[in-house]
Nanobody, 126 residues
């Protein structure tokens, strides 16, 4: 099993920045990639970004490309999501997720992820 714990959410004004953290523990050697998803009230959960557990490849949703940056600290088994130039439409609960499936195609569907964190609220005020 793998446990994921998010932190770093909060309230920020439009144009501001936040950094989310996702600490992984347990059988992390089995992981292939870690992703961030978000879910706004009344909307479906959507893919935001993902990084290979090896850290050598990254993929972003078009809506956040150029504003968000995903990274990984190998020593801490932690994945970060740096969010800059935040907009009110970025308001959502952000979830960290991980999967074990290997392959060259990025997995962006939430039901294909094996492990999930509890989520952290991000609120961007206008």
């Amino acid at each position: 099993q793998v446990q994921l714990v998010e932190s770093g959410g909060g309230l920020v004004q439009a144009g501001g920045s936040l950094r989310l953290s996702c600490a992984a523990s347990g059988r992390t050697f089995s992981l292939y990639a870690v992703g961030w998803f978000r879910q706004a009230p009344g909307k479906e959960r959507e893919f935001v970004a993902a990084i290979r557990w090896s850290g050598d490849s990254i993929y972003y949703a078009h809506s956040v490309e150029g504003r968000f940056a995903i990274s990984r600290d190998n020593a801490k088994n932690t994945v970060y999501l740096q969010m800059n130039s935040l907009k009110p439409e970025d308001t959502a609960v952000y979830y960290c997720a991980a999967h074990r499936r290997r392959g060259s195609t990025w997995i962006t569907k939430d039901h294909d992820y094996d492990y999930w964190g509890q989520g952290t609220q991000v609120t961007v005020s206008s």
